[in-house]
């Protein structure tokens, strides 16, 4: 089955000023979903708020809101991976099953609260106490 909607990147950037700019380009998108959310955030609000034009936006992460939305994901994604890596890293041999469930959780609630614009606010009070 064939996507609808195209979300891949043209490029990824090499030089650190075009990285730069993604990076502050995703940062955007996630305050601008949290303020107006998915359906009415447009890549004309993204590049209006980043400083840049619309052109710019494209070969970073063009074609669409969704590619700026996937590579938000992809961002986070990574986080999540860096998490689990340094969870393996760890000697678990050494801890009780309690002690090692109870570090990967504070580790995946810190990736999931650190998260800008991709999941509501609101539903992180399931895991507050």
Do not use: C
């Not at 996507?3 to 075009?18: D, F, G, I, N, Y």
């Not at 107006?36 to 070969?59: C, E, F, H, M, W």
Request: no cysteine.
């Amino acid at each position: 089955m064939t996507s609808l909607r195209k979300t891949e990147a043209r490029t990824q950037p090499v030089q650190k000023r075009a990285q730069a700019r993604r990076n502050q380009i995703l940062e955007v998108t996630a305050e601008l979903l949290e303020e107006v959310g998915q359906d009415d955030l447009t890549t004309i609000l993204v590049a209006k708020r980043a400083g840049v034009s619309v052109g710019t936006l494209y070969p970073l992460l063009s074609p669409n809101k969704y590619a700026i939305m996937y590579a938000l994901a992809e961002q986070w994604v990574g986080e999540m991976d860096v998490a689990l890596q340094a969870l393996e890293a760890e000697d678990i041999e050494s801890q009780s099953i309690k002690k090692f469930v109870e570090r990967s959780i504070d580790r995946m609630l810190l990736v999931y609260t650190n998260q800008q614009g991709l999941i509501a606010p609101s539903a992180g009070h399931v895991w507050s106490a």
